[in-house]
């Protein structure tokens, strides 16, 4: 499976089981506390003590880093994880239930739709305030309408199919079709979506993270460390281009590894 | 359905839309937990005079009323005060939202050749080596966070070439050498993803075509492979092309967002995230809306050029 | 010296994969040659390559294409200019964006032969000749606008256009109706013989190429199996191959004696009316089916005939009238009918890559009916099981495959278990056959006809091909625009006066011999 997995997909692979290690185990290697001042210079560059130098306060940039994964790739997962398992579960309801509830979800999901995602986000957080759990259910709302998009075009197609008619000549119920002769055929494209989705929301949520309304002071996730470093980019400090490369290696791997997954189907 | 039948239900459909999203983005914000009175006034002030100010401002008639008198302000060019700035909301945007159209504008003057460019070479190409390294590129292109771009833009030309301004100024006469300058940055670091995800959608329709079997058939006459593309694809292309550019156009907006603040870039974007912070109201409905709307306009254009484009409405 | 010669032509994927192997046949100027098959013989490759074309993931991988003095390598230039194609499906191979004479002078123009007025006026001459309808003004038009076969004919004017040497045809009319069919093939033979062009016909079935062909090339797998004049190869076929293809083309009577069909009524149908939108698909339709019978359905392309299946398997629900299945009323919508009512009627479908569900495998497939209608578990369901997979003459070890691991063959079969393992009273059977290659499909024929007789099975069979359905059903209904013009006995079926559609179609049938198009023309006129 891996081996026939082209150089790209491979590259975007290791990309992404380094930094899921990194999100769970980050912590642990991290040199300093992560609010620890270690050195009295601040914006230093590459040095053995501090391999990514340190930041405007003069904290450890590695550490820093080590800590923040856990925040941009732990909150991006489960808010992706949120919104794809909310999409397909409403667009199977949809395809299956009666048509009414179908017009009336679809109604509303491309209503939703039509506001972008940055703008609703920002609506969103203006409206409650961007704590880390409230951040999760923003992201993840934000992004529902798209993942429910595609889930139910996939899923009404499915109903289309021959064995799905059959099945409902013999009588099967509404629910038996749709747990067990459509949502099984649901999951790999899905699975792909769940991986875009899941770049979208890093991408959106260190995007509000940059703009100093995602995730607050002292916690950090990439975004906040672009921000809170952006003095630096004068003197060109590595404090600000390495979590703003980190957040890039991220989701370009993911990206990477899923044009090269659907490459082969 | 005349085709002129179709164009106006598209029209109104996409109204409809629009009022809907007016009513979700009134609902979300209406949700704010403590309200505006209570906010301007502070926390030693009684409930007397926070009821008081309810009434003034309006606060205290039914969710219904107001939508209603809001949804009537935006239409009429009045959608209310802005809390923080203390003037008319039309005003503190009149202000912005020529610098942001500007910008989109550049953006897309760029972008739109570029990408069609790239998209309809790759297509040609597919599976060939130009092919494959513009798809690995835009694939990584398309996931790039803008500030990365916008600030790996800064260090090389401005921080290290010292070519370009790091913040984007906006003056009345500027001349046009100056012009350019400042504009090359936000307008580079907003294009990065928007070539992407516009060339490869390109290509992607493009290469729709080109598996079609009237495609072989002209091989097949002995049409080369420019006029193939020319004659016989992009007419068939058209609409999914209209429709990828404006799908990627509308990605301006968002990314407007971090690109204006990067470069303290006066525009609509960067005023929609200090009426965040600043938690003004209305002046962040507006933006909301005028963002919302601006979606909206792009794609019910693309709908109708690929109506308009498409002799099988034309010729009933 | 011949005018087209093929040596040791080899084609294969860009995978490795042989795709023709080591094909040679020559063909002289004026006469006709076909490529004949079943689907994956190569024969479509093999014309391709007669022009240096191959597709996307095959390439060329040896042997040459000669044409007079040009070889493979010169081929390229001539395309569009001295060898012409004509596709499968011209609704597909017509550029939708646009207008007909546009399409029909661009080889010319592109080839600078002559200027626009000039290639205009031979196409609309092209037009006449084809005995298309409004010809002087049919060039105006859009595909969209036109029909299958006016279509298929357009692209024969496509083709001739330049006035080719060679003539490409590939399977030109199996995406048409049987009575459109014979109007094509008349007008493509007329214009390929006025013209003294040679042409090279791609097709599966042999009654068509009968028609057409002075020399026959047999194809399977990528190999030729055998060659030679049309009479040697339908009068005294050689290869073991031909034989099969010949037998399968020629229809064997599988009817079941009469002692099967009891005079119990088992299905009655009352006055039903159905339609989608406003358009009615069904028009008032009445029958009664016996229980043992085997009750064939035929007609063309729209004539309702799935419909009348999707109204009694309970998907589509009619307008107006009643669906009767052993006297009690089966109720129109799906939601009003009971467990028993679902068993009892089971329903099989045309297309094996869709009657499958890809996520389970063909045990849980047949298991969902044993457990749901006869609540069979454990033991008795897999004895079961394995009873059923040798119904349908299947190994066991098809169980634990999935349906993207089986055959279309296979599929069908496990289609058609998946409907006994209900012990159904009722089978409908729409186009059971049709997406099959015809020597696979004449087996599932035969598998009918057993099941039949073994198990008592009353089954409504639906099909585009009447001799087919002469062969092995002993009730016969035909369907013209959503209303039954004739149901006879199979028995009666050669005795009584058909109605006038009917005769259409039984006349249309290509017959296994040459000269059969000209009789027929020389009858009908």
């Given at each position: ?31 300093h ?24 306060l ?13 925040y ?12 794809s ?23 509303f999901m ?17 409206a ?11 992201c ?15 899923a ?43 770049v ?21 996730d ?7 470093n ?13 979590p ?12 990477l ?9 | ?8 239900n ?8 629009l009022?809907?999203v007016s ?45 209603g ?38 953006t ?8 069609l ?56 006469d ?15 670091s ?29 091989v097949l ?46 525009g609509?974007?960067s ?6 912070t ?14 919302c ?24 | ?7 040791h ?20 100027k004026g ?5 004949i098959?079943?689907?994956g ?8 390559s007669l ?8 390439h ?14 010169d ?10 194609y004509?596709a ?27 200027d626009r ?17 409004f ?22 004017a496509?083709a001739?256009i ?7 045809l590939?399977e ?10 014979v ?54 076929p ?30 009655e ?16 339709i ?9 009750l064939?359905?035929?007609g063309?392309?729209g004539?309702g005939?799935?419909?009348?299946a ?12 009643e669906v009767?299945?052993?006297g ?45 209608y ?29 349906c993207t ?5 296979q ?10 393992a ?10 059971v ?16 006809a ?27 209904m ?22 006038d ?25």
């Open positions: 499976m891996i081996r026939s997995l082209p150089l790209s997909g491979k590259i975007g692979l290791a990309t992404v089981i380094f930094w899921l290690l990194t999100a769970m185990f980050g912590p642990l290697l991290a040199p506390p992560v609010g620890e001042f270690v050195d009295m210079d601040v914006f230093s560059g590459i040095s053995s003590t501090f391999p990514l130098g340190t930041d405007y003069g904290r450890d940039v590695f550490s820093r880093l080590l800590y923040g994964a856990r941009t790739v732990g909150l991006a997962a489960a808010a992706a994880m949120l919104a398992i909310t999409g397909i579960g409403l667009a199977l309801t949809a395809a299956v239930g009666s048509r009414v509830l179908d017009e009336l979800l679809s109604r491309d209503t939703m739709i039509s506001i972008p995602s940055k703008i609703l986000a920002l609506v969103l957080v203006a409650f305030g961007s704590s880390i759990p409230l951040l999760l259910v923003i993840a709302f934000t992004y529902v309408p798209g993942s429910y998009r595609i889930a139910r075009s996939l009404v197609n499915l109903a289309q199919m021959d064995y799905v008619q059959v099945a409902k000549t013999q009588g099967e119920g509404r629910w038996h079709i749709g747990l067990r002769e459509i949502l099984p055929n649901m999951i790999h494209p899905m699975l792909a979506d769940f991986g875009l989705r899941f979208f929301i890093v991408l959106l949520l260190s995007g509000l993270s940059f703009l100093g309304l995602g995730v607050q002071p002292p916690e950090a990439f975004g906040s460390l672009v921000r809170e952006i003095s630096g980019l004068a003197e060109g400090a590595p404090a600000i281009i390495v703003a490369i980190a957040i890039a290696t991220l989701t370009i791997g993911v990206n590894l899923i044009d090269a997954m659907r490459g082969k189907r | 359905m005349s085709i002129y039948r179709l164009i106006l598209r029209i109104a459909s996409a109204l409809l839309t009022l809907l009513l979700v983005i009134f609902i979300i914000s209406d949700l704010l937990p403590g309200d505006a009175a209570q906010e301007m006034l502070g926390q030693s002030a009684t409930p007397e005079q926070v009821a008081a100010l309810r009434h003034d401002l309006g606060l205290d008639r039914p969710a219904y009323v107001r939508f008198d809001w949804v009537g302000g935006i239409v009429s060019g009045d959608p209310g005060t802005s809390m923080v700035a203390n003037m008319p909301v039309a005003e503190v945007i009149a202000d912005r939202l020529p610098n942001t159209l500007r910008l989109a504008a550049l897309a003057a760029f972008t739109v050749p570029l990408s460019l790239i998209g309809i070479s790759a297509a040609m190409n597919r599976g060939g080596r130009l092919d494959r390294v513009l798809s690995i590129s835009t694939l990584a292109m398309v996931a790039m966070p803008e500030f990365l771009v916008a600030t790996l833009g800064v260090l090389i030309f401005s921080v290290k070439l010292r070519l370009l301004p790091s913040i984007t100024m906006v003056t009345a500027q001349p046009w050498g100056e012009f350019l300058r400042s504009y090359t940055l936000p307008v580079l907003l294009s990065v993803v928007v070539i992407a995800q516009m060339s490869r959608m390109t290509r992607a329709a493009v290469i729709d075509q080109l598996n079609q079997p009237y495609v072989e058939m002209a006459k002995g049409v080369g492979p420019v006029a193939i593309v020319r004659r016989h694809v992009l007419p068939n292309a058209i609409g999914p092309i209209i429709n990828a550019m404006a799908l990627s156009l509308s990605y301006l907006l968002g990314g407007a967002i971090i690109v204006e603040t990067i470069f303290n870039y006066p609509l974007a005023l929609m995230v200090n009426a965040v600043s938690r003004d109201t209305p002046l962040l409905q507006a933006c909301a809306m005028i963002f709307s601006a979606y909206l306009l792009l794609l019910l254009a693309a709908d109708i050029i690929a109506i308009l484009a498409n002799p099988r409405l034309h010729n009933k | 010296m011949a005018y087209l010669e093929v040596n032509l080899c084609v294969k994927a860009d995978t490795g994969k042989t795709i023709v192997h080591d094909a040679s046949f020559s063909l002289n006469e006709v040659l076909a490529l098959g079943e689907s013989s190569g024969k479509t490759t093999i014309a391709l022009m240096g074309y191959a597709r996307r993931g095959t060329i991988a040896g042997g040459d294409v000669r044409l007079g003095e040009a070889h493979l390598k081929l390229p230039a001539l395309r569009g200019n001295r060898i012409a004509i499968q499906s011209a609704a597909a191979a017509f550029n939708p964006s646009l207008n007909i004479m546009d399409q029909v002078i661009e080889a010319a123009l592109v080839h600078r032969i002559m007025a000039q290639a205009e006026a031979k196409a609309i001459e092209l037009f006449h000749a084809l005995a298309l309808p010809p002087d003004t049919i060039g105006q038009r859009y595909p969209h606008q036109l029909s299958g076969g006016q279509l298929q004919r357009l692209m024969a496509m001739f330049t006035d080719p040497d060679l003539v490409i590939d030109p009319t199996t995406a048409l109706d049987v009575t459109t069919q109007e094509v093939l008349r007008a493509f033979k007329q214009v390929v013989k006025d013209r003294g062009a040679t042409a090279v016909y791609v097709s599966h079935d042999l009654a068509v190429v009968a028609q057409m062909a002075d020399h026959i090339v047999v194809l399977n797998h990528g190999e030729i199996k055998e060659q030679g004049t049309t009479a040697e190869i339908l009068h005294a050689k290869d073991d191959y031909t034989k099969l293809l010949m037998a399968a083309a020629e229809p064997t009577n599988r009817v079941v004696v009469d002692a099967l069909v009891q005079p119990v009524p088992l299905l149908v009352r006055g039903v009316n159905a339609s989608y939108g406003n358009r009615p698909i069904l028009k008032d009445n029958f009664t089916m016996q229980r043992g019978a085997m064939g359905v035929i063309e392309s004539s005939k799935s419909t009348l999707r109204v009694i398997a309970g998907l589509v629900v009619p307008t107006s009238g009767r299945l052993a009690d009323i089966l109720p129109a919508a799906l939601s009003a009918r009971e467990q028993e009512h679902f068993r009892r009627v089971q329903i099989v479908f045309q297309n094996a890559s869709t009657a499958l569900n890809p996520a389970h495998d063909v045990a849980q497939i047949l298991a969902r009916p044993l457990a749901f006869h609540q069979l578990k454990g033991e008795a369901a897999q004895k079961r099981l394995l009873a059923l997979i040798d119904m349908v003459k299947l190994p066991a070890s098809v169980l634990t495959r999935r691991e089986l055959s279309g063959g599929i069908q079969r496990i289609n058609l278990a998946r409907a006994l209900a012990e159904p009273e009722l089978v409908l059977c729409d186009e056959t049709s997406a099959l290659d015809t020597v696979v499909g004449a087996a599932i024929l035969d598998l009918l057993e099941l039949r007789r073994e198990l008592n099975l009353s089954i409504m069979f639906i099909s585009h091909d009447i001799s087919t359905v002469r062969a092995i059903c002993d009730d016969i035909v369907l013209y625009q959503g209303a039954v013009v004739e149901h006879v006995r199979g028995s009666d079926f050669d005795q009584v006066r058909h109605h559609y009917t005769e259409l179609l039984l006349s249309s049938v290509p017959e296994l011999r040459a000269g059969w198009l000209e009789e027929r023309k020389a009858r009908t006129a």
